[in-house]
């Protein structure tokens, strides 16, 4: 088979989710076909033309789930995909500029989101789904909790500012309120709900467990302090 410049020129190019890794001479139609990795990991044979004439974005499972790499020019990864990306080195790479509060501290990425060839970001985006909007960023519903498909939601950065420390909102008799907000109903320090909480205690008994009379003395001072 005559290998052109042209078909040489292909390597390593993008388009949409598909990468081309090798030429892979023609099928049996004669099309000359490549070797391409699809964005998730899987690999197939693409024939050229339908590369060019974007018949084909990415593998099977992928334009099933709707996720097509959103390409002008040259490559692009999906917003999942970069913030799958960064969930990652968030967790396992020291060097990360937020290590420390993540992977640093304990928090880890369920097992389904890290499966080899790809399957780990299938996995996530079959869970999470796309993005809502532009703003949206994942979130941890729990703050000391892992990245798994019940600890994790789209939020916008207003709603994750909210799901913080003592802004975080806790549902107990039908009523939501902040940890402060409780904190002050309940006449008690915000770090004794919050270290309930951290401990494993589920909400209703974290609000519901009788503050300590010791402790409610010292929180006098404490809210002054506020
Ligand atoms: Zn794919």
């Not at 989710?17 to 139609?29: I, Y």
């Not at 107990?172 to 915000?190: A, D």
Request: charged share 30%; glycine share 6%; proline share 3%.
């Amino acid at each position: 088979m005559l290998i052109t410049e042209e078909d040489l020129s292909l390597l390593n190019r993008n388009f949409n989710s598909w990468t081309v890794l090798a030429l892979a001479g023609k099928d049996k139609s004669k099309k000359k076909i490549v070797l391409c990795r699809c964005v998730c990991g899987s690999l197939s044979c693409v024939r050229i033309t339908v590369l060019f004439q974007e018949k084909s974005k990415a593998c099977r499972r992928c334009s099933r789930i709707g996720i097509i790499i959103n390409v002008t020019h040259g490559y692009c990864y999906t917003p999942e995909y970069r913030i799958w990306q960064a969930m990652k080195a968030r967790i396992n790479n020291p060097n990360s500029k937020f290590y420390h509060r993540y992977g640093g501290r304990g928090i880890k990425i369920c097992d389904r989101w890290l499966e080899s060839d790809g399957q780990g970001f299938l996995n996530f985006l079959e869970d999470m789904g796309t993005k809502p909007s532009e703003k949206h960023s994942i979130d941890r519903i729990n703050n000391d909790g892992y990245y798994e498909p019940s600890n994790c939601r789209w939020a916008t950065q207003v709603e994750q500012t909210n799901n913080t420390g003592r802004n975080k909102r806790l549902l107990y008799k039908g009523i939501e309120r902040s940890i402060s907000e409780w904190s002050r109903r309940l006449r008690c320090n915000p770090n004794t709900l919050t270290g309930r909480l951290k401990r494993g205690l589920t909400i209703e008994e974290a609000l519901a467990i009788p503050i300590d009379k010791s402790k409610r003395r010292n929180i006098k001072k404490n809210i002054k302090k506020y």
